[in-house]
């Protein structure tokens, strides 16, 4: 395989078909990243997600992230806590397939850092032929909602977050 690599954190391989793989800079090893995966969440594509194209409009992507991680969130129980919230600080997002209208995408989502008040998440998104069609990443931080100020994870929230 042959590698090359150019703006934007990617990196492109050439498959021993010739067929050119594109991976995100934040992803070592796609089987082994995509393995350690073990909550998901699946999301119909509606009509009304699409473009004059008839694919997913690249904008809905990031409320199923949104979705998938409010409902990780909640499953951990570290959502709807009084004073504190999650808030994005940053957030991307790699296409490597189009979806869809009907189609039914499987949203996977884990913690890669837990760091004092933010934590790095990661995202894989599958369709139904499970063919990866985005991979992407973020920071939440934890801010008091009064202030406006980071507030440090608990040592029983990190424990959370780190599936402990």
């Known amino acids: 395989m042959n590698r090359y690599s150019f703006h934007g954190g990617w990196s492109e391989t050439l498959n021993k078909e010739g ?3 594109v991976k995100a800079n934040y992803i070592e090893d ?3 990243w995509a393995s350690d995966f073990t909550f998901s969440v699946q999301v119909p594509v509606r009509f009304s997600e ?3 194209f008839g694919h997913v409009n690249n904008t809905v992507v990031f409320t199923y992230l949104e979705y998938a991680r409010i409902e990780y969130l909640n499953a951990i129980k570290l959502m709807n806590k009084e004073g504190n919230i999650p ?3 940053d957030i991307q997002c790699d296409y490597i397939r189009q979806m869809y209208f009907g ?3 499987t949203i ?4 890669a850092r837990v760091g004092n008040s933010s934590v790095d998440i990661h995202y894989l ?5 499970d063919e990866i069609v985005f991979t992407a990443r973020g ?3 934890q801010i008091n909602a009064k202030t406006g100020k980071g507030v440090p994870f608990t040592d029983e929230e990190k424990q959370l977050l780190l599936g402990k």
Do not use: F, L, R, S
């Open 103 to 105: 189609e039914k995408i």
């Open 19 to 21: 067929g050119i793989i």
């Open 108 to 111: 996977y989502v884990k913690i």
């Open 87 to 89: 808030v994005v600080a």
């Open 50 to 52: 699409t473009d004059m």
């Open 125 to 129: 998104g599958k369709n139904e032929k």
């Open 30 to 32: 796609i089987q082994t």
């Open 139 to 141: 920071t939440i931080v």
